[in-house]
């Protein structure tokens, strides 16, 4: 008999809560939870598909380990001892840094993606650190940690109680968004115009987004950072700036006047290709507006004034009062987050406490470019060893790094490699063994990343819908062994991962003067923990210290384990609040409006006013029914529109003399790709998109469904050199491209 079972959909940033329908150990189908408290039923063609992602056939279900130069199923015991007689004596002979780690953005999709990786980061004290966020949004940390101290205060639109919404870059229509969490984020724009609200939507591409906003201003790809600065100097010139509120934890206000008095409307006009008056009228508007809030997202990120665009995304919401305010940008409260520290100065944020080795790329966040991997691992020099063995978890850099031909090379040269994942894609056939964890149905889910940039502070928990399949292992497990494996510690019970962190956290909490466990035996609070499982355990240790948790007994009220499962829809814990000065962690306890490393990236800025702009340049795009490169191997999330594309506008294409559908060759530093036009007037002339995911035509990769029309990668356009320099953030919009048409009759390759 069929029967139903509560989920949250791993599947983008917006955790919309699903119903499933079970036949079996099988998910047959899947609806919005119209009682979920968070997004009320809101479902799109990615959760409506989860039965399909869940059930993949090419999803590995069993360790594959390397013999003789070829992969073969093992077992989950063979496995491990391959890893830890393959990382150890890379890490025993060369050093912690000769092994790297490249985490994926699916690790934040998955409750075992945030409670492991930081465990095993810690052991191994390597500063061969990669993430996809240096692909993606390390500018908006980089900003967030020199303006409040924290790179993690990320504030977010209050989508539900703003009158102005001026949002740079982003597709929320097809991304779900970003950044943002916030189920149905369509029906909350719908729901801004018929309140009387204002959107304003910057983009170089019509995008669905575009064509519901009042205005659409077709910007000229990679000059955010110039429209943004100009908005500002006219807030300031028109003495429109008020801080409300605000101003007795803002500093450098007049220093910032001064720095940006060269970015007048006029000036950059002519880069940004837009009419002077039109930005004026813009900054009006949003100093006009009761309350407004500027959203920016990877358009804005991944171009080469990255942190600065993200920067100046938070001062207009500081110079205009709408920081921290209803209605305008506010700092979520996730029920998991650390007690709050006492207000007044904090440490401070650093960039660039290391370096890469070959290009000398600063760290930031503690992470080095993933754009940088290939020649740290192929690259000599004088300056310590190359990587030599990495760890990889969910990640797909072949794919969704810059010059993904030389990563490929790099990676099959590594001595040893392990991917936690469970398809045998184009990074992860590089690998000595492949540990697949289980199909999300199988598994626990609690958002913890994605509950700190929500709309609206609520907390949901999931436990698997479907019971784990014999010969399985819990994705959790293969996470907690491979961090024993990894750190000299193979062979012990894996349970002891999470004791350990449960003794070390309660052991600080119990020595902190404002934790409401001071002076208590760690002992006793731990005997109290409830859970079937280590990560349970940790999750309801988490909730009880929390800002909204029982404080094991000292708020009886609050948060606990038992409680949110005794609310399988999840608990509302209100509307976002005002939250500074507490969570400011500069050193001068207030908004450094002005920090050194931003005031020293300026110069940079008003060089690229004088810039000439390329004839053409490349932007990506992104589709409601795929997420990066994970489900083009679903046949039910893929065709129609959703397809790999170069958009260009007829105007280039009758310049170009290039046809629809016909192929294009695209021509960028690191490459060549040719892919079939699709001529539309939704890209602005001068621009031409290219999706971002798809090339999934290398030998040895098992997605069935995704080699029938592989598509091509984008990033093999890009050799890597382009990148944001404060951040170290990959430059993949924005960038100068060359188009020919394919001949009749001439075979064509990517």
Same mark, same amino acid.
């Given at each position: 008999?069929?029967?139903?079972?509560?989920?949250?959909?791993?599947?983008?940033?917006?955790?919309?809560?699903?119903?499933?329908?079970?036949?079996?150990?099988?998910?047959?189908?899947?609806?919005?939870?119209?009682?979920?408290?968070?997004?009320k039923g809101f479902i799109c063609p990615k959760g409506a598909s989860f039965g399909a992602v869940d059930g993949d056939p090419d999803r590995l279900r069993v360790p594959l380990v390397r013999e003789d130069g070829?992969?073969?199923?093992?077992?989950?015991?063979?496995?491990?001892?391959? @890893?830890?007689?393959?990382?150890?004596?890379v890490v025993e002979r060369y050093g912690p840094h000769a092994l790297g780690v490249v985490l994926g953005n699916p690790n934040v999709h998955t409750m075992a993606g945030a409670l492991y990786p930081p465990v095993l980061l810690a052991a191994l004290r390597t500063r061969s650190l990669f993430t996809a966020s240096t692909v993606d949004q390390m500018p908006k940390h980089v900003s967030s940690g020199l303006l409040f101290g924290d790179a993690n205060a990320i504030p977010v639109p209050d989508l539900d109680r703003t009158d102005?919404?001026?949002?740079?870059?982003?597709?929320?229509?097809?991304?779900?968004?970003?950044?943002?969490?916030?189920?149905?984020?369509?029906?909350? &724009?719908?729901?801004?115009?018929?309140?009387?609200? /204002?959107?304003?939507?910057?983009?170089?591409?019509?995008?669905?987004?575009?064509?519901?906003?009042?205005?659409?201003?077709? =910007?000229?790809?990679g000059t955010d950072a110039l429209l943004l600065a100009a908005l500002a100097t006219v807030l300031f010139e028109e003495e429109l700036t008020d801080l409300g509120a605000l101003a007795p934890h803002v500093q450098d206000v007049g220093e910032l006047r001064s720095a940006l008095a060269d970015f007048t409307p006029e000036a950059v006009a002519a880069a940004c290709d837009l009419d002077a008056d039109l930005i004026r009228?813009?900054?009006?508007?949003?100093?006009?507006?009761?309350?407004?809030?500027?959203?920016?997202? =990877?358009?804005?990120?991944? @171009?080469?004034?990255?942190?600065?665009?993200?920067?100046?995304?938070?001062?207009?919401?500081?110079?205009?009062?709408?920081?921290?305010?209803?209605?305008?940008?506010?700092?979520? !409260?996730?029920?998991?987050?650390?007690?709050?520290?006492?207000?007044?100065?904090?440490?401070?944020?650093?960039?660039?406490?290391?370096?890469?080795?070959?290009?000398?790329?600063?760290?930031?966040?503690?992470?080095?470019?993933?754009?940088?991997?290939?020649?740290e691992i192929d690259t000599a020099t004088d300056e310590g060893e190359p990587v030599r063995a990495l760890v990889v978890v969910a990640a797909n850099p072949v794919l969704s790094a810059p010059d993904g031909d030389r990563l490929d090379k790099?990676?099959?040269?590594?001595?040893?490699?392990?991917?936690?994942?469970?398809?045998?894609?184009?990074?992860?056939?590089?690998?000595?063994?492949?540990?697949?964890?289980?199909?999300?149905? !199988?598994?626990?889910?609690?958002?913890f990343a994605f509950n700190a &940039?929500?709309?609206?502070? !609520?907390?949901?928990?999931?436990?698997?819908?479907?019971?784990?399949? @014999?010969?399985?292992?819990?994705?959790?497990?293969?996470?907690?062994?491979?961090?024993?494996?990894?750190?000299?510690?193979?062979?012990?019970?894996?349970?002891?991962?999470?004791?350990?962190?449960?003794?070390?956290?309660?052991?600080?909490?119990?020595?902190?003067?404002?934790?409401?466990?001071?002076? /208590?035996?760690?002992?006793e609070l731990a005997a109290q923990l409830t859970g079937e499982s280590g990560p349970e355990r940790r999750l309801d240790l988490m909730l009880r210290l929390g800002p909204y948790g029982d404080g094991f007994g000292a708020?009886?009220?609050?948060?606990?384990?038992? /409680?949110?499962?005794?609310?399988?829809?999840? =608990?509302?814990?209100?509307?976002?609040?005002?939250?500074?000065? !507490?969570?400011?962690?500069?050193?001068?306890?207030?908004?450094?409006?002005?920090?050194?490393? =931003?005031?020293?990236?300026?110069? /940079?800025?008003?060089?690229?006013?004088?810039?000439?702009?390329?004839?053409?340049?490349?932007?990506?795009?992104?589709?409601?029914?795929?997420?990066?490169?994970?489900?083009?191997?679903?046949?039910a999330l893929t065709g129609g529109s959703n397809r790999?594309?170069?958009?260009?506008?007829p105007r280039d294409a009758a310049r170009l003399g290039i046809a629809d559908g016909r192929p294009v060759r695209v021509k960028g530093a690191g490459g060549e790709v040719t892919a079939p036009a699709e001529v539309t007037d939704a890209v602005r002339p001068g621009v031409v998109s290219l999706p971002h995911g798809w090339g999934h035509d290398r030998p040895g990769v098992r997605l069935s469904h995704a080699g029938t029309d592989p598509g091509v990668n984008v990033n093999q356009l890009l050799d890597g050199s382009l990148l944001d320099p404060l951040s170290g953030n990959a430059v993949l919009n924005g960038v100068p491209v060359e188009l020919a048409p394919v001949p009749e009759g001439l075979t064509t390759s990517a």
């Amino acid at each position: 008999m069929p029967r139903t079972a509560l989920r949250i959909c791993p599947l983008c940033e917006a955790t919309c809560g699903l119903t499933l329908t079970v036949e079996g150990t099988r998910v047959t189908g899947a609806r919005g939870d119209r009682e979920d408290v968070f997004s009320k039923g809101f479902i799109c063609p990615k959760g409506a598909s989860f039965g399909a992602v869940d059930g993949d056939p090419d999803r590995l279900r069993v360790p594959l380990v390397r013999e003789d130069g070829a992969l073969r199923e093992a077992t989950w015991e063979e496995a491990f001892d391959a @890893v830890a007689a393959g990382l150890r004596p890379v890490v025993e002979r060369y050093g912690p840094h000769a092994l790297g780690v490249v985490l994926g953005n699916p690790n934040v999709h998955t409750m075992a993606g945030a409670l492991y990786p930081p465990v095993l980061l810690a052991a191994l004290r390597t500063r061969s650190l990669f993430t996809a966020s240096t692909v993606d949004q390390m500018p908006k940390h980089v900003s967030s940690g020199l303006l409040f101290g924290d790179a993690n205060a990320i504030p977010v639109p209050d989508l539900d109680r703003t009158d102005h919404l001026l949002l740079i870059g982003a597709n929320p229509l097809d991304s779900n968004g970003s950044l943002c969490t916030a189920p149905d984020f369509p029906g909350r &724009l719908k729901a801004l115009r018929a309140r009387g609200g /204002r959107l304003t939507v910057v983009d170089p591409r019509r995008t669905r987004t575009a064509k519901l906003a009042d205005r659409h201003l077709a =910007i000229r790809p990679g000059t955010d950072a110039l429209l943004l600065a100009a908005l500002a100097t006219v807030l300031f010139e028109e003495e429109l700036t008020d801080l409300g509120a605000l101003a007795p934890h803002v500093q450098d206000v007049g220093e910032l006047r001064s720095a940006l008095a060269d970015f007048t409307p006029e000036a950059v006009a002519a880069a940004c290709d837009l009419d002077a008056d039109l930005i004026r009228t813009l900054a009006r508007e949003l100093a006009a507006a009761p309350a407004a809030a500027v959203y920016a997202r =990877i358009g804005s990120c991944t @171009v080469p004034h990255g942190t600065l665009a993200s920067w100046l995304v938070d001062v207009l919401n500081v110079l205009t009062g709408n920081l921290d305010r209803p209605g305008g940008a506010l700092f979520p !409260q996730a029920a998991t987050e650390r007690s709050p520290r006492p207000v007044g100065p904090g440490h401070g944020f650093a960039l660039g406490r290391w370096h890469s080795r070959v290009r000398h790329l600063p760290e930031a966040k503690g992470e080095l470019p993933l754009s940088a991997l290939a020649e740290e691992i192929d690259t000599a020099t004088d300056e310590g060893e190359p990587v030599r063995a990495l760890v990889v978890v969910a990640a797909n850099p072949v794919l969704s790094a810059p010059d993904g031909d030389r990563l490929d090379k790099a990676l099959h040269s590594l001595d040893f490699m392990v991917s936690v994942d469970p398809y045998l894609n184009e990074t992860s056939r590089h690998a000595d063994v492949v540990l697949p964890p289980p199909p999300p149905s !199988q598994s626990p889910h609690h958002d913890f990343a994605f509950n700190a &940039l929500a709309v609206r502070n !609520q907390v949901r928990y999931s436990r698997p819908a479907v019971p784990l399949e @014999v010969g399985r292992m819990a994705e959790t497990e293969i996470l907690a062994r491979l961090v024993l494996a990894a750190t000299g510690m193979h062979g012990a019970d894996p349970a002891a991962v999470d004791a350990m962190v449960v003794d070390q956290a309660l052991g600080k909490a119990v020595q902190e003067p404002r934790s409401p466990v001071h002076g /208590r035996d760690p002992g006793e609070l731990a005997a109290q923990l409830t859970g079937e499982s280590g990560p349970e355990r940790r999750l309801d240790l988490m909730l009880r210290l929390g800002p909204y948790g029982d404080g094991f007994g000292a708020r009886p009220d609050g948060l606990t384990l038992a /409680r949110l499962l005794d609310h399988p829809h999840g =608990i509302d814990l209100g509307p976002l609040r005002p939250r500074l000065p !507490q969570l400011l962690k500069t050193v001068s306890g207030k908004v450094e409006l002005l920090p050194g490393p =931003i005031a020293g990236d300026l110069p /940079r800025l008003r060089e690229a006013l004088r810039e000439r702009p390329a004839a053409l340049v490349l932007v990506g795009r992104r589709h409601l029914r795929s997420n990066n490169s994970w489900m083009h191997n679903v046949p039910a999330l893929t065709g129609g529109s959703n397809r790999c594309t170069l958009q260009l506008n007829p105007r280039d294409a009758a310049r170009l003399g290039i046809a629809d559908g016909r192929p294009v060759r695209v021509k960028g530093a690191g490459g060549e790709v040719t892919a079939p036009a699709e001529v539309t007037d939704a890209v602005r002339p001068g621009v031409v998109s290219l999706p971002h995911g798809w090339g999934h035509d290398r030998p040895g990769v098992r997605l069935s469904h995704a080699g029938t029309d592989p598509g091509v990668n984008v990033n093999q356009l890009l050799d890597g050199s382009l990148l944001d320099p404060l951040s170290g953030n990959a430059v993949l919009n924005g960038v100068p491209v060359e188009l020919a048409p394919v001949p009749e009759g001439l075979t064509t390759s990517a």
